[in-house]
Nanobody
Framework: VQLVESGGGLVQAGGSLRLSCAAS????????VGWFRQAPGKEREFVAA????????YYADSVKGRATISRDNAKDTVSLQMNALKPEDTAVYYC??????????????????WGKGTQVTVSS
């Protein structure tokens, strides 16, 4: 499965962005899809995930209440709406897919496929 992210950019603090992840070459229906991010000099961290079946979602505490992950199986896309953005949200955001659902514990090694990332920069 190839994943392609889009929607990143430069936004002022307090603003919003909507990131999208599209599957190409093969569907990612049935896969759990998550968003991770990596800020300069920091490790990649989990942001949010949407289950492959049903509508279970999970968010990192750092974005809970500000982020909404959604899925459109007809379009084979997963989106991440980020509101009330903060400078500390600045990072490269990656979409990733996993055959399994990991509940409340997600790490890079859990994911089977990755996109190349999209830059989000939040200015103060």
């Amino acid at each position: 499965v190839q994943l392609v992210e889009s929607g990143g950019g430069l936004v002022q603090a307090g603003g919003s962005l909507r990131l999208s992840c599209a599957a190409s070459g093969r569907t990612f229906r049935g896969y759990a899809v998550g968003w991770f991010r990596q800020a300069p000099g920091k490790e990649r961290e989990f942001v949010a995930a949407f289950s492959g079946s049903g509508s279970i979602t999970y968010y990192a505490d750092s974005v809970k209440g500000r982020a909404t992950i959604s899925r459109d199986n007809a379009k084979d896309t997963v989106s991440l709406q980020m509101n009330a953005l903060k400078p500390e949200d600045t990072a490269v955001y990656y979409c990733a897919a996993s055959r399994l659902w990991y509940g409340s514990t997600w790490s890079e090694s859990d994911m089977d496929y990755w996109g190349k990332g999209t830059q989000v920069t939040v200015s103060s």
